[in-house]
């Protein structure tokens, strides 16, 4: 019986643009064994995977893409990793704050009861973010402990027996000093829940010995704002190829899908009336061309005035509508594109 020498996983799962969950597929679980490889067999799977998606959805994704080769097959970068960093000194007054705190909040570890909950949470906070999964009541993601391995473990806070916020980590790898401390995930309902979890994972670096520590959240969300209120770093990496990257797999369908989006993001009335003809114009490809840096716009990765400096957007009297319909992530109208490491395939 002939052995499998190379094969690959696709995934089926609704991606945000913004407002809109699209249906959509990804690749993943991408292997050669190594004495079949350079042969050409993954190119022959990629080819025919592409062409089924073709059949099943109009986009489609690649989580941790190998460099110069998903290009090949329509595919391209359209996602800036990006983390905070919190220096501890910075953040000592929470622990103060955190002591003197007489309110009915406070912080425990959590239960899988908790994590409907969390969900919930999850969802109302980065609901319009694009990249983002919607998560099922049912979702777990965390990956469990053994031995030699942490596994996930997370933190909840709670106000008046109410979930608030929660943060995620790695437990502590056995008989091992932590050398960093990375949170992959924490989401608040406000702004005192926030600083809540900042004040438990800043003395847990106390304990430590660390003077940093990692959050894995968008600049843009309240744990980010608060973060840039108490003082951190933003870090963000801009991959030439590989990384997170998506490809328009049926131009009409997918714009027409996302033209209720769009529409949204016209903020400025006098736009209004001009919507419906600058679309065919979109949908026909005659203000973006290439779906390379149509992705990029509608993801929120480049701007216009992105596409303009790379020749990808040509100026028309269409201009100030292709302005509002692609601000860019992090804008008034389009939140900080984010795929969070949980939702990761």
């Not at 968008?218 to 490809?247: K, N």
């Not at 369908?253 to 979109?282: G, I, N, S, W």
Request: some cysteine; proline content about 6%.
């Amino acid at each position: 019986m002939a052995e499998p020498v190379s094969d690959l996983e696709i995934l089926s799962f609704q991606q945000r643009f913004g407002s809109v969950a699209v249906s959509a597929e990804g690749i993943g679980g991408v292997e050669t064994l190594p004495a079949f490889r350079n042969r050409g067999y993954m190119r022959k799977l990629l080819t025919k995977a592409s062409a089924g998606m073709a059949e099943r959805v109009d986009v489609g994704f690649v989580s941790e893409g190998i460099t110069h080769l998903y290009e090949k097959f329509g595919f391209v970068s359209c996602l800036n990793e990006a983390h905070l960093v919190l220096k501890v000194r910075q953040l000592e007054p929470l622990l103060v704050k955190r002591s003197a705190d007489s309110t009915n909040r406070h912080v425990r570890p959590y239960t899988l009861d908790d994590l409907p909950k969390m969900v919930t949470l999850y969802n109302g906070a980065h609901a319009q973010r694009p990249w983002t999964h919607i998560r099922h009541p049912s979702w777990n993601r965390l990956q469990p402990q053994a031995i030699w391995n942490p596994g996930s473990t997370a933190i909840i806070v709670e106000e008046n027996e109410h979930l608030a916020g929660y943060a995620i980590f790695k437990g502590t790898s056995f008989g091992q000093p932590a050398s960093s401390f990375t949170v992959d995930e924490l989401t608040a309902k406000d702004a005192n829940s926030a600083q809540r979890l900042l004040a438990e994972l800043t003395a847990h670096c106390w304990d430590l010995r660390l003077s940093e520590f990692t959050v894995r959240e968008p600049i843009d969300s309240l744990v980010g704002w608060e973060a840039r209120r108490l003082g951190c770093e933003y870090r963000q990496v801009f991959p030439a190829t590989g990384e997170m990257m998506g490809a328009i797999l049926n131009r009409s369908r997918l714009l027409q899908t996302l033209e209720p989006e769009l529409r949204r993001r016209v903020t400025y009335e006098r736009l209004f009336d001009e919507h419906e003809m600058a679309f065919t114009a979109l949908q026909a490809g005659e203000l973006v061309p290439d779906n390379h840096a149509l992705v990029r716009l509608l993801l929120g990765f480049w701007s216009a005035a992105d596409a303009q400096l790379a020749g990808a957007l040509s100026p028309s009297p269409h201009t100030p509508i292709c302005t509002a319909w692609f601000p860019g992530g992090g804008s008034e109208s389009l939140q900080t594109p984010y795929a969070h490491k949980l939702d990761r395939y």
